[in-house]
């Protein structure tokens, strides 16, 4: 009678299951799995539950191809296995299967399977389902299906496997650490991590909290343990309870940056970094509601990464009232990163595989989330928010899913907003043409005409004015919606306008002006055509073969890889980006000439910078700088210390995008100051009185 009564809890189980979840149908797997570090392998057990609707949409299920079978059985009856081309191990299911058994069939799988594992000096073993450890049906589209899990490990005491949901045991006999984690939330995947840990503990109401670190570190793990517990506060209020058991830090003995349903595994050096307590963290235990909560629909652009950085890095610091330069820093990134060749719509974004990607996926989709903001109000945004978790809790989701929610809670025809913004790509580039301003009938009447300036056609968005006037310091903020390439917009007010400027707090996603965006590195790396300009013949010619493998890297960089890249610079060059190496070269002194302008003096000694001074020995210096040809291109001058320093250089840079100036110190070499230049806001105001005119922080979207 046993297995009958198991095997109606089985069918009562997934018939509950299809009740709440709906589609797609659940597979459940049991897996028991054995870690033997002495032979750096791993003995399998799983019994998978299967719906009778999964058994007739496949005719096989995909196994690593280097596991070593034991057994296979469906519904106790030996099934064989093939290797196939594509890399797996393949076994074919019986064509009864999908007509004589009308419940869950049962498959169950007995295996090893090589793994890299180790009594001591091990690194971090991270296995997930694109490893296929466990059996998984041939289905191309993943969202025809979810899964829920037990799995049962036994390893040394001295190991420790994570895995999603609720931890039910943690003992140790005889040497031999027993675990059993459980998920009954459907997944999309089942991941496992594995380490010689240690584990710190608490708990935050139902929720249970971990870190588990690769040194017994008390201090560090109280910290993340602690910010744990605010972050899932914040957004527990801001969209729905925390929707796991249990949320876990998991240190990484590769540098990494995952967001997993119920844990984050982060790189060994990236949890120590302190900024990442209040900027990546965050970020990652939001996406238990966005991304592992809600399921990023195989068909449809990733949405996830933008609306996690909107409403972690983005919101922390609006509640600080820096949105504004956060803002201004994707649209910066945006205009000196994306070009023709490399722009693309949001709807193809599936992930981030380069800077381009990153900016688009996160930075474009981060702003048109801002917009959607802007369009609807900070009530009705937060409402529309949390009617798209709440109807598309653990299934998959796409932006046509948001366009819905948010239609439905506000009312709006939101169409040809997600049209423009999503399906179409480029930015629009926005001047204030002209501002007038007479007086009439007692009031004042200001004229402004604006133009969007960029080739491609035409967008539709909603423009921010701020106007201030003599009776107040803080401006009066107007919205008019822009639609053609130029647009006349009309004002009264009873008191004369002082100053009228576009978009003042960056609210709206556009490709800023050449004179907005002050010189940074990330416009030089994102530039289609490069030059270099060596240093002179004396120095040293091992620190000038360095310079010439930097050079080389940024080539490698590149996207197109058919750019024209030139040996060597000469006046005569058509303009083009520029990058200088060395303290002597031919154009030191335009560059030492530039710097002056923003204060920084240089001499045969040093460099002094935001008050502080730097000797040539022992620091690397990284400036970007307007070319003296064209206010678009730019001229990048590098000096290093040694050829020792270059190899960090080449490897850190590219993440310093956003900065104009940057000083290392050392060969590894380590940042000692960074910032950027100032911009302008030319063509986008126009003052007709002169004076200070203040510009106060918009509200945050919660406090």
Known sequence: MKPTISFFIYFFYFFISSLVFASPPLIHHELTITLNTEQSNASIHDIVTIPHSIIQSTSSFNLSKNSKIKKILLNGEMISSVFTADGFLKFKLPKYAETDVMGPSKLVCTYILPLAIANSNMETLFISGEDFFYPQPEIKNKSEFKITFQIKSQTPSNIRIVSQGEKLKDSIKNGTRTTIWKEIKPQEEILIVADHYHEFSSHHGPTSLYAYLRDADNALANRYLEAT???????????????????????NSRQTGYGMPSFTLLGSRVIRFPFILHTSYPHEILHNWFGNGVYIHPNSGNWAEGLTSYL??????EQ??????????ELMKYSSYINETNDFPLSKFKGSNSPASQVIGYGKMLMVFHMLRLEVGDTIFLKALRNFYKNNQFRYAGLKEIQSSFEDVSGYNLENFFNQWISRKGAPKLKLFSASQTPQNGTHLLKIETRQTQSEPTFMFKLPIAIWLTDKQKPQIKHITIKDRKQVSLFSFAKKPLKVMLDPNHEVFRRLNSKEVPPNLGKAYGAEIKTSLFPESNDQNELLSAYKNFYSSIESRSSPPHLNFKDNYQDNDAISNLWVFGKNNKLSQ???????????????????????????????FVFALSHHNSYNKQIVWIVAPSKKSIPGLIRKLPHYGKYGYLVFKGNEPKNVIKGTWPSSRVGL?????????????????IK
Do not use: C, M
């Not at 972690?312 to 610091?317: E, G, M, T």
């Not at 560059?591 to 910078?609: C, D, H, M, P, R």
């Not at 105001?685 to 979207?701: D, M, N, Q, R, T």
């Open 229 to 251: 517990k605010f972050y899932i506060d914040l957004y527990s209020k801001l969209i729905a309870p925390y929707p796991y058991k249990k949320f876990a830090l998991v240190e």
């Open 312 to 317: 972690a890095d983005h919101l922390l610091l």
């Open 685 to 701: 105001e126009h003052v007709f009185i002169k004076g200070i005119y203040p510009l106060f922080p918009k509200a945050p979207l």
């Open 590 to 620: 335009e560059i030492k000439a530039q710097l002056s302008q923003y204060e920084v003096k240089v001499n045969e000694q040093g460099v002094t910078l935001d008050g502080r001074y730097f000797k040539w020995k022992n620091h690397s």
């Open 320 to 329: 600080t009232g820096k949105g504004k330069q956060y803002r201004f820093q």
